[in-house]
């Protein structure tokens, strides 16, 4: 189930079951959005990207699936296993940002349970 | 094709002392951007630069903190008599054109 802990939301599945970690960006005008894994005392390692102009992108086990309407990412994760353990955050890049300047939102910890 | 480098990965520091932190990008990587992220936060833009131009310095606190990316060697994040509430992690990352590459971090600890 999901559950809000101190700072971070949490997510807890059952190894092999399907994970859903949603995402409220803030900028309407955003037109590029990514997915960051980021493991207990690691730096953010890129997962899977989307642009604005697609509704859904696949990788291998995940998927981005972007609502532009309502200003919604979310993250699918298949056949979740325990080495997906981690906090996940989505970041996007508004358009008038010069370069690649990611705005980051405020993470999911996903604990994945044996 | 090393990744992005961070040194050093913890960095305890005294308050009233100065903190530097460096990062070395992919190769071929021109831009360079610093992150900022508290315990159980998100990460928090603060700099971005390329070779020996600050671009976007928005997230930047207005004392004590500056940041360069000279044209030879690793960019640098230099913190000036550092308090408790610097204590955090540092992140940098490089890019090409979109996709961004984070490295592992300096955490640093003020005491």
């Known amino acids: 189930g999901e559950s809000v802990g101190l700072h971070l939301p949490t997510l807890s599945v059952q190894e092999g079951d399907n994970s859903i970690i949603n995402c409220a960006y803030s900028?309407?005008?955003?037109?590029?959005f990514i997915w960051y894994k980021q493991e207990s005392g690691k730096g953010p390692q890129f997962i899977i990207d989307?642009?604005?102009?697609?509704d859904k992108r696949q990788g291998q086990r995940v998927t981005v699936l972007l609502n532009k309407t309502v200003k919604h990412l979310s993250l699918q994760i298949a056949a979740t296993q325990p080495g997906d353990s981690a906090v996940y955050f989505c970041?996007?890049?508004?358009?008038?940002?010069?370069?690649?300047?990611?705005?980051f939102g405020g993470g999911t910890r996903l604990m994945v349970k044996p | 094709n090393a990744g992005v480098m961070q040194n050093p990965r913890h960095l305890v520091r005294r308050r009233g002392q100065e903190a530097r932190l460096r990062c070395s990008p992919m190769?071929?990587?021109?831009?360079v951007y610093w992150y900022r992220q508290l315990p159980e936060e998100g990460l928090k833009f603060m700099v971005y630069?390329?070779?020996?131009?600050?671009?976007?310095e928005s997230g930047m606190p207005k004392e004590r903190f500056s940041a360069e990316f000279p044209k030879e060697g690793p960019s640098i994040l230099r913190i000036q008599q550092v308090v408790r509430g610097d204590s955090a992690a540092y992140f940098c990352?490089?890019?090409?054109?979109?996709?961004?590459?984070f490295g592992q971090g300096t955490r640093l600890t003020v005491v």
């Open positions: 900028n309407s005008a955003s037109d590029y």
């Open positions: 990352a490089s890019s090409r054109q979109t996709e961004a590459f």
């Open positions: 630069l390329q070779k020996e131009n600050i671009i976007d």
């Open positions: 190769k071929g990587h021109s831009h």
């Open positions: 989307i642009r604005s102009n697609m």
């Open positions: 970041a996007e890049n508004p358009p008038d940002n010069a370069g690649n300047m990611l705005t």
